[in-house]
């Protein structure tokens, strides 16, 4: 079946440290692709997103590219913040269904 | 404008009983989601709703839990002779209309403690 493989955490950065948080996925058909994170005591909330090959999605320094020929989607910043410190969970939805399907997420701590 | 909301945000119950969750969706979106969230784990979908009727409930784990949504917007998540394992937090998503490219909104969920 249709699975999302992200790296374990947590991960642990200093501020402006440069970040990649990999994911790769197993897929029929075109999936679109998330990163959602979850701030410390508030909600889901997307991140960005890309809904076919090649797309980059990108929001608040934050870019992810659609690769295909790889099956990955890897998150990654230029200089973190503080701010940043949050769980990170990629995720898609397949071509055939609208459910989304998320990895198990990617604890972040960043360091003033 | 107003987001998914649910409630309650915590629910206690024992080994045994009934609950129900309840999930108000944004305003005009035809599609609703239920998941689930064990504690270092990714939301697990449970079951998808466009309109009034189930589109998938191919996450639902057995026939203890139901959902509904009659109107097709509040929708109720319900929990029969509730298990030591059922406890997790248990997110509600809506989208504007289903499509696999939607964004899906979450709710706070509610943490629903089986003792």
């Known amino acids: 079946g249709n699975s999302v493989t992200q790296m374990e955490g947590p991960v642990t950065l200093s501020e402006e440290a440069f970040l990649t948080i990999n994911c790769t996925y197993t897929a029929t058909g075109y999936p679109s692709l998330f990163w959602y994170v979850q701030y410390p005591g508030e909600g889901l909330q997307l991140l960005l997103k890309?809904?076919?090959?090649?797309d980059k999605g990108s929001n608040k320094g934050f870019e992810a590219t659609y690769r295909k020929e790889t099956t990955s989607f890897h998150l990654e910043k230029g200089s973190v913040q503080v701010s940043d410190s949050a769980v990170y969970f990629c995720a898609l939805s397949e071509s055939s269904a609208s459910k989304i399907i998320f990895g198990s997420g990617t604890r972040l701590s960043i360091r003033p | 404008g107003a987001g998914v909301s649910q409630t309650p945000s915590n629910k206690v119950t024992e080994k045994g009983k009934y609950v129900e969750l309840r999930c108000d969706p944004i305003?005009?979106?035809?599609?609703l989601y239920w998941y689930r969230q064990s504690l270092g784990q990714g939301p697990e979908f449970l079951i998808y709703f466009q309109g009034t009727g189930a589109a998938d409930d191919s996450g639902l784990p057995n026939d203890r839990f139901f959902a509904v949504r009659p109107e097709g917007s509040v929708s109720t998540l319900k929990i029969q002779r509730t298990e030591r394992g059922d406890s997790a937090v248990y997110l509600c998503a809506s989208s504007p209309a289903g499509a696999r490219t939607d964004t899906q909104y979450f709710g706070p969920g509610t943490r629903l403690t089986v003792l």
């Open positions: 890309a809904t076919k090959a090649d």
């Open positions: 305003s005009g979106h035809t599609a």
